[in-house]
């Protein structure tokens, strides 16, 4: 049974770069809506998510909503297993396809089809098991002989579609949706939407971080507040993300 | 805290190797990109490594007034095998962060893109030992079965291979000067490590500089099969030393650091 339980997880982002304080005092006034605090060896700290315990079950389609910077991707990226808590617990069962932005991790000199394959590899499918797949990745994506060409030939929504289809076709039981497809048309963005709603029908756990309030709608049913690295809120989506609008 | 490190590092390992067919189509990727629409394609490595081997063959052998039946053979299979230890050394820096949409993206294990690169370099090292065989063909020379006592010392040159670059890669993350320093260090160790030259053209009182040379020993526990001589004990047992000692270290790093990575990159 797939789940999601993050135990009073804190995530911090040591800044090798911006060592000095005239750096931090710049990134200050920058109004950054991270934390900035500094370590005690003085190295410039940014807060990603400050003591967050959640959890959701199977089923759940959970929203993550709040300003740029809130702490969003950060929770999205704990709860794929990539970053891994500085303090707290994060536990995490079932199998996980994470889709962040679009681009990263897709070799753009490289064939849509190669791509295909070196994806589902990093997934976790055999060659095999991606080979009985392609097709129906192929067709999902609509990209045609596209496919053959080098991915650096794509616009942003084919990327889109591609990276879509693959991650959606290995049957996750948990996915993890950063604004992930809203670079598609129309046309696909409702082919996508089917494909989630099938998949949130199998009880799949669905987290989306997403500015859109439509999208959000449209596919949670609860939704958490994050600001600066702290959940706010948590609780149906209509009233989060009431009280979101009204503070904005 | 620590269980629960040298838990996850342990099974980082052990999953990065059961993943072989991603890192493997990975380290054939990488040569087919790199040679995407040249002509020769991977040949070119055979071919690079021939035209050096023979123009320096030629030139050192008059210059250390050795005869080229003897140097050729020697420089070719010391510039192979040095290729293959040196490069996972140099390319190790980068295993990480030139890996880091992915890392950042999917979860994979970590020792996956450590096995990428080593099998790269098995690849390039099968595209050289072409040379090899040339080269015994053309001077008339059988090593006979001495030879596959290279397996072995090919085997550890390897397992070192490994070691180095997870090193390496995990240094590097943290300190980005350290891959600017590793090219400059490689430099110096291919001169005076006993690649171009042997130890017997040394003055016995600084024959120590080579003997106290762990790449010297590495190198010979593959050089010498290759040629049709048994290695002594003690470069068996100082290739095999490095190698044990280096994966101490090395793991004592990964299991403590391991986590930073993805924050590092």
Redesign the interface.
Known sequence: MACIRLDHVSVS??I?TAGSRSIRARLMAAGSSGRIATDAASRVLVRGLEDVSAEIVHGERVALVGRNGAGKTTML?VM?????PVAGTATVEGK?A?L??VA????P??TGY?NI???G????L??AEIRAKADEIAEFTELGSFLSLPLRTYSAGMQARLSFAVSTCIDPEILLLDEGIGAGDAAFLEKARKRLNAFVARAGILVLASHSDTLVRQLCTRALLLDQGRIVACGPVDEVLARYRGEA | MTRLRIAKARADLIEGVRRWELWSVLGWHDIRQRYRRSKLGPFWITLSMGVMVGAMGVVYSELFNMNVREYLPFLAVGLIVWSFLSVPIVEGCNVFIGSEGVIRQLRAPLSVHVLRMMWRNVIILAHNMVIYFVVLAVFGLWPGATALLAIPGAIIVCLTGVWTALLAGLLSARFRDIPYMTGTVMQILFLVTPVLWSETQLSSNIRLIAQLNPFYHLIESVRMPLLGSVPPLATWATALGVTVAGWAVTLAFFVRYRERIAYWI
């Open positions: 982002f040591p090798y990226r794929a297993g990539i970053y891994e996980v994470p962040f932005e990263l991790g897709m070799d000199e490289s190669e394959v070196l994806r590899l990093y997934l976790g055999s060659k």
